[in-house]
């Protein structure tokens, strides 16, 4: 009879330390799936908000594009001023005409209404004309890029004058808002960008520009203010250039007119007795 109980108390024994091990285990099972279940919760949704950031990044894209001008041709009249590092400093009027994609002509007049200067660029040249010392020069379009420690050409030195951002593309990846504005963060193979519209009108109010190569620390700053619209386009009237390399410059521009898409003509006649640079 002794016998009996104790081998009935032993299998009472193993099954009770079972069912209580199974018990053990699926409230172990359970927490592993409730981990399981939290960490692909949270990825889902930070996969979410990251897939709301690039379709809101995205919105702000599409919405300063639709704010670009396009043009078929351009005339202004600005009043210039520059400012360097060292203390240089001129005051100038000039005369634009853009033939889109095609052809810039200047005319820089100081005081008295004089021209001092006469300049042509195409897509592969820029030709200058100095009518107070009679002399003329052509250099290759990389010549804007001496003067001005951009990479500009004639496509983006037409966007600089009617007020498009230049070096423009797609490429932001951080966005932030604040004070009625939105920024967005980005890069491209030539810049680290940082641009700001307003959040209600999409027009761009700034824009930096850092040069992504460590060895040459180019930075410059774009400022756009005094937005109007008379020709169905909006048009920023006063804007700033500003460009930090081996030496700092600052250019002021404030238009006092502008009309787009009006035939326009392009004279530029080296007189014989200038001399060749």
């Known amino acids: 009879m002794n016998r009996f109980l104790n081998r009935y108390t032993l299998l009472l024994s193993i099954v009770l330390i079972g069912l209580t091990a199974c018990r053990g285990t699926r409230k172990i099972q359970t927490a592993i799936n409730t981990r399981i279940d939290s960490v692909a919760i949270a990825k889902q949704a930070l996969e979410a908000a990251q897939a709301d950031s690039v379709r809101f990044i995205q919105r702000q894209y599409d919405s300063i594009l639709a704010n670009r001008i396009e043009f078929k041709s351009f005339s202004g009249k600005i009043d210039v001023d520059y400012e360097e590092s060292d203390g240089k400093s001129l005051n100038v009027n000039v005369q634009v005409r853009i033939?889109?994609?095609?052809?810039?002509?200047?005319?820089?007049?100081?005081?008295?209404?004089?021209?001092?200067?006469?300049?042509?660029?195409?897509?592969?040249?820029?030709?200058?004309?100095?009518?107070?010392?009679?002399?003329?020069?052509?250099?290759?379009?990389?010549?804007?890029?001496?003067i001005t420690s951009l990479p500009l050409d004639l496509r983006s030195l037409q966007d600089l004058l009617v007020g498009n951002p230049v070096f423009?593309?797609?490429?932001?990846?951080?966005?932030?808002?604040?004070?009625?504005?939105?920024?967005?963060?980005?890069?491209?193979?030539?810049?680290?960008?940082?641009?700001?519209?307003?959040?209600?009108?999409?027009?761009?109010?700034?824009?930096?520009?850092?040069?992504?190569?460590?060895?040459?620390?180019?930075?410059?700053?774009?400022?756009?203010?005094?937005?109007?619209?008379?020709?169905?386009?909006?048009?920023?009237?006063?804007?700033?250039?500003?460009?930090?390399?081996?030496?700092?410059?600052?250019v002021k521009l404030n238009y006092k007119q502008y009309a787009f898409n009006e035939t326009l003509s392009f004279p530029f006649v080296v007189p014989k007795n200038y001399k060749i640079e």
Do not use: H
Not at 111 to 136: H, L, W
């Open 99 to 146: 033939q889109r994609d095609s052809l810039i002509w200047l005319s820089l007049t100081a005081i008295f209404g004089i021209e001092g200067v006469r300049a042509c660029i195409t897509p592969d040249s820029v030709k200058v004309m100095n009518k107070q010392d009679k002399t003329y020069f052509t250099r290759p379009i990389t010549y804007l890029q001496e």
């Open 168 to 250: 423009l593309d797609s490429a932001f990846f951080n966005y932030s808002r604040s004070g009625g504005q939105i920024a967005l963060q980005g890069s491209n193979a030539l810049f680290r960008k940082l641009l700001t519209i307003g959040e209600s009108d999409k027009l761009v109010n700034s824009y930096k520009l850092d040069d992504v190569n460590v060895n040459r620390p180019r930075s410059s700053y774009l400022s756009y203010g005094d937005y109007e619209n008379k020709q169905g386009v909006w048009f920023s009237r006063r804007r700033t250039v500003q460009v930090s390399e081996k030496k700092n410059l600052l």
